[in-house]
């Protein structure tokens, strides 16, 4: 099957839509197979028996597993995706613990969340993203809190497109464009998590192509971690 993307924000925050249309655009005419955003949007990432209100089960909507790669802008605390709708009293989140990715197209998933990826809460937990490995590769994130701000997909986008790795360009990515986030909070740190399994091909160089995704990493035995302040 040929790579496609997919994308998922949060309608409350300024930027977080046209970050990810820029990505989108930037990826040149690569299909978009998934699209989400407000209360909808973390449902994207939730298994279906994680379903339980009659609404979502019936709701049509995009799961994220449907693309090979998804950007998602929104909010985040550690090992949980939220989205809100276009006010503060309306939002879904879902868990790490909730989700199943990598199981259909998935591969890659960047979560541009305010400790999409802590440290603190991989050491904590035992029901965190380590479980939510059916397939995926990496994902892409934050170890502290983001930036919302217009030009990190685009950024993204052009430097997959000029051959670097995913984990080299979200690096530089959120170097180009990471602040200060103005919540007393310093300094922003990227992270990405990846999965391998013994005796197979590393995730350290995946890069992207239009062409078939690489394959899933199944019951994998190995995980890597590393963040960096912008």
């Not at 973390?42 to 979502?56: G, H, N, S």
């Not at 103005?182 to 239009?210: H, I």
Request: aromatic share 12%; proline share 3%; charged share 20%.
């Amino acid at each position: 099957m040929v790579a496609t993307i997919g994308i998922v924000w949060s309608d409350d925050l300024t930027w977080a839509g046209i970050q990810t249309e820029r990505f989108v655009a930037a990826m040149k005419g690569v299909e978009c197979s998934v699209t989400e955003h407000g209360t909808r949007g973390a449902l994207a990432f939730r298994q279906p028996r994680e379903l339980t209100r009659e609404a979502d089960i019936n709701s049509g909507y995009d799961t994220a597993d449907a693309a090979s790669l998804v950007y998602f802008a929104g909010h985040g605390e550690p090992g949980k995706l939220i989205t809100y709708g276009t006010d503060m009293l309306s939002n879904e989140s879902t868990w790490a613990q909730q989700m199943v990715l990598g199981d259909g197209h998935l591969r890659w998933l960047v979560a541009d969340g305010c400790r999409s990826l802590s440290l603190d809460f991989l050491k904590s937990s035992s029901k965190n993203w380590l479980t939510a490995f059916g397939g995926l590769r990496i994902i892409l994130g934050w170890d502290y809190y983001a930036n919302d701000e217009p030009l990190r997909g685009e950024n993204f986008a052009e430097r997959l497109l000029e051959g670097e790795s995913l984990v080299e360009a979200w690096r530089h990515a959120c170097e180009d464009t990471g602040d200060f986030v103005d919540m007393g909070n310093g300094q922003p740190f990227w992270a990405y998590l990846r999965a391998e399994k013994g005796g197979e091909a590393t995730t350290s160089g995946d890069a992207w192509s239009t062409e078939a995704a690489p394959k899933a990493v199944i019951s994998p035995d190995t995980f890597y971690w590393l963040s960096g302040s912008v």
